[in-house]
């Protein structure tokens, strides 16, 4: 029902900053709970942070808190991921997933493809 397509990664050095973008169609993204994970070759996948339906709720795994701000502009489809004084330990594929209950979610319905973030030391 949702397409979710991520954007902003890239290659950046250790300390500096990434905007990463996940751009919604294709059904009511207002309904949804929308989060990223990450994962790194040879890790798990993980959880890093989800908002809720309205913004109005954050919620970080501990690792990021302090470093990544996640926001949402319903009006243009669009959740946003700031980060921050980024680490080597960063480096992953960061994909968006939305959930349509649960707070914070636990089951995840859809998921994006993946944008690729490499932090250099």
């Known amino acids: 029902q949702v397409q979710l397509v991520e954007s902003g990664g890239g290659l950046v050095q250790a300390g500096g900053s990434l905007r990463l973008s996940c751009a919604a169609s294709?059904?009511?993204?207002?309904?949804?709970?929308i989060g990223w994970f990450r994962q790194a070759p040879g890790k798990e996948r993980e959880f890093v942070a989800a908002?809720?339906?309205?913004?109005?709720?954050?919620y970080y795994a501990d690792p990021v808190k302090g470093r990544f701000t996640i926001s949402r502009d319903n009006a243009k489809i669009t959740v946003y991921m700031q980060m921050n004084s980024l680490k080597p330990e960063d480096t992953a594929l960061y994909y968006c997933v939305a959930a349509s209950t649960g707070w914070p979610p636990q089951e995840y319905d859809y998921w994006g493809q993946g944008t690729q973030v490499t932090v250099s030391s």
């Open positions: 294709g059904g009511t993204f207002r309904t949804y709970h």
């Open positions: 908002i809720s339906r309205m913004g109005g709720s954050t």
